[in-house]
Nanobody, 122 residues
Framework: QVTLVESGGGLVQAGGSLRLSCAAS????????MGWFRQAPGKERQFVAA????????NYADSVKGRFTISRDNSKNTVSLQMNSLKPEDTAVYYC???????????????WGQGTQVTVSS
């Protein structure tokens, strides 16, 4: 069992930045691929970014490429999402997720955090 706890959400003006963090309670963090997803009100949950177990492979949704950066620190059991040049359409609840095996852009992850709200005002 893996517990994931996100932090770092909040309210920011368009063009601003936020850094989300996700702490994992497991001694085998490096065996999990990690992903970030988001869900806006009335919309389906969508893929944002993913990172491989070692951190050497990353993947982004087209809508965030060039603005968001995913990273992980296996020594601290954390994964982060640096979000720059934020837009109102980035407003959503952001979820951290862990998956045994290779990373995926689909929401076929084994463990999910409770989510953190990101609101971008225009």
């Amino acid at each position: 069992q893996v517990t994931l706890v996100e932090s770092g959400g909040g309210l920011v003006q368009a063009g601003g930045s936020l850094r989300l963090s996700c702490a994992a309670s497991t001694h085998t963090f490096s065996t999990y691929s990690m992903g970030w997803f988001r869900q806006a009100p009335g919309k389906e949950r969508q893929f944002v970014a993913a990172i491989s177990r070692s951190g050497n492979i990353v993947n982004y949704a087209d809508s965030v490429k060039g603005r968001f950066t995913i990273s992980r620190d296996n020594s601290k059991n954390t994964v982060s999402l640096q979000m720059n040049s934020l837009k109102p359409e980035d407003t959503a609840v952001y979820y951290c997720a862990a998956r045994g095996g290779f990373m995926s852009t689909q929401d076929t992850y084994d463990y999910w955090g409770q989510g953190t709200q990101v609101t971008v005002s225009s």
